[in-house]
């Protein structure tokens, strides 16, 4: 299969292997930092614009967990990773439309980045026959403005306030909540940011105490969102180098 995609170059695979170091000692030293267990922090491979060549790469390397934001890009890419023997955990992070629900239970293993009502059902349909359930994240709103995505706390919107949202997820059962995920919006410095979502998520499982995961931290941000206790963060770039699109 030298033709295929899902192979990589020993230079891609070196320069994998350097950017995993690298990110893992970051993290490392983040976990240290704040008197955390490396253990408790999962680093997801955000693979978005990246061949499956390099899923396997990574893979091979010990990557367990891969993160996608795109259902068209991801569902392909799953398979191809699927037809060569591997079977990585994936994440998906990005904004998803309702239509797109049933093809990404097909894949996901979780999903961060549910933020109202209607794709809470719509993804407890789509997952209803699914041998496990879906684990399922709420994405917050930081700075509380839901046309950038993300449910909002404390706002009584039955569509996408963060308590609806949270509920919907609870009361399927095709559906585990399992926690919350944010971005830092743009123009806020992160300390600000995962501090704010840090209140947020302590609140949150007051309520919901089995919902325990926070995905939070970026290349960029990662060692402020572990110190605010992120147990994902999603490294793409760093990982993988810098991609051509802004997404
Ligand atoms: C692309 C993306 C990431 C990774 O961003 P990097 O800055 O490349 O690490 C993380 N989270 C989401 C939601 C993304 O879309």
Redesign the pocket.
């Known amino acids: 299969m030298t033709d295929s995609s899902a192979t990589v170059r020993p230079d891609r695979r070196a320069e994998l292997a350097a950017g995993l170091a690298q990110v893992r000692a970051r993290i490392a030293d983040a976990c240290a930092d704040a008197g955390r267990d490396p253990a408790e922090v999962t680093m997801i491979a955000?693979t978005?614009t990246y061949p499956a060549g390099d899923v396997l790469a990574l893979a091979g390397l010990g990557v367990t967990d891969m993160?996608e934001?795109r259902d068209q890009e991801a569902a392909g890419k799953a398979a191809e990773v699927a037809a060569a023997g591997a079977g990585p955990r994936w994440h998906f992070?990005?904004q998803l439309q309702r239509n797109k629900a049933r093809s990404v239970v097909r894949y996901a293993d979780v999903v961060?980045?549910v933020d109202s009502v209607r794709l809470a059902r719509a993804l407890a349909t789509a997952a209803a026959d699914r041998e496990r359930p879906l684990e399922a994240l709420v994405q917050v709103s930081i700075d509380g403005d839901p046309a950038r995505g993300g449910a909002v706390p404390g706002s009584a919107d039955p569509d996408s306030g963060l308590e609806p949202v949270a509920e919907a997820v609870a009361g399927a059962p095709s559906l585990r909540l399992a926690g919350l995920m944010a971005?830092a919006p743009l123009g806020w410095p992160p300390e600000r940011a995962f501090e704010r979502l840090a209140e947020v998520a302590e609140a949150f499982r007051t309520l919901h105490p089995g919902a325990s995961a926070l995905s939070a931290g970026?290349?960029?941000d990662l060692e402020i969102a572990i110190r605010y206790g992120a147990t994902h963060v999603?490294?793409?770039?760093?990982l993988l180098g810098m991609?051509s699109t802004l997404?």
């Not at 999603?234 to 760093?238: F, H, L, P």
């Open positions: 955000v978005k993160g934001n992070i990005g961060h980045s971005v970026m290349s960029g999603r490294v793409g770039s760093a991609r997404r």
